[in-house]
């Protein structure tokens, strides 16, 4: 039986997910970096940091982050001279979300991480996020494999792009919206933890909604959107006596609650 890949600590989400070459064509083949391969770019390259120190932040061995650095540049390389489409998504990753030791990447703690990129936003820029797939809001916010993110100022969508979750459970979830610097929620169900989750850290909850996500982000701009205040999801509390549980971050990415 081969060992478990072991979780590759990332300080936190890229602020950008996606590029594109000047002039390129719909249909290329895009080149994936998963995030812990650019955590390793942004460690070993622009913080000047060795393969060594790499692998201690990241929580795994030196020859391990040795092994994701070639494979990352290489992808780089393609991507450059290629001139491909080059999308930040997936890996065997745990971000970082407060839970655990304090986040030493380049000398920093993950408070002043999360005030930087909140710095990176604007301070007049709304982030909503919407539990996502296909096109529609996922009705478990428990189990969502994807949040679509849009940035608003003056009651207009400035852009939007759609982050990969990595399958991380209710807990982690809520740390996956803090570290994306979310001030709002648009949801279905979801449970009493989760809500209390979302409201420590100041995240704004629009939950039992349904429908297209963009429709729906235009409706709670334009003020119409339909929403439950007193929402709740039974699947996380049932087998708990209706009190909330910690089954959020189990290991890398996989949910094992229930």
Do not use: W
């Not at 390389?77 to 491909?84: E, K, M, N, Q, R």
């Amino acid at each position: 039986m081969p060992r478990p890949k072991k979780c590759r600590r990332v300080c936190d989400f890229p602020r950008t997910l996606t590029f594109f070459p000047e002039g390129g064509k719909s249909g290329e083949r895009v080149v994936i970096l998963t995030v812990d391969e650019y955590e390793v770019i942004r460690l070993i390259d622009k913080e000047g940091l060795s393969q060594e120190q790499c692998g201690e932040l990241m929580g795994v061995a030196r020859t391990t982050a040795q092994q994701i650095y070639a494979a990352a540049r290489k992808k780089l390389a393609d991507a450059l001279v290629d001139g491909l489409p080059l999308r930040i998504e997936g890996g065997d990753y745990q971000l970082c979300n407060g839970d655990g030791p304090p986040c030493r990447c380049n000398g920093c703690y993950k408070q002043k991480l999360n005030q930087q990129y909140a710095r990176s936003k604007g301070e007049t820029v709304m982030r909503i996020a919407v539990t996502y797939e296909n096109g529609s809001i996922f009705q478990h916010f428990g189990h969502t494999e994807q949040f679509k993110v849009y940035d608003v100022e003056d009651g207009k969508v400035l852009s939007s792009q759609v982050v990969d979750t990595n399958g991380s459970g209710h807990g982690a979830l809520a740390g996956v919206l803090s570290a994306l610097r979310a001030d709002a929620l648009i949801c279905g169900g979801i449970g009493g933890g989760a809500q209390a989750a979302l409201a420590q850290a100041g995240i704004k909850l629009y939950g039992g909604v349904s429908g297209s996500a963009d429709e729906t982000v235009n409706a709670l701009l334009a003020g119409t959107l339909r929403f439950d205040s007193a929402v709740h999801c039974d699947h996380h509390d049932h087998e708990h006596g209706g009190e909330p549980h910690a089954c959020g971050d189990h290991g890398c990415g996989h949910h094992s609650c229930g």
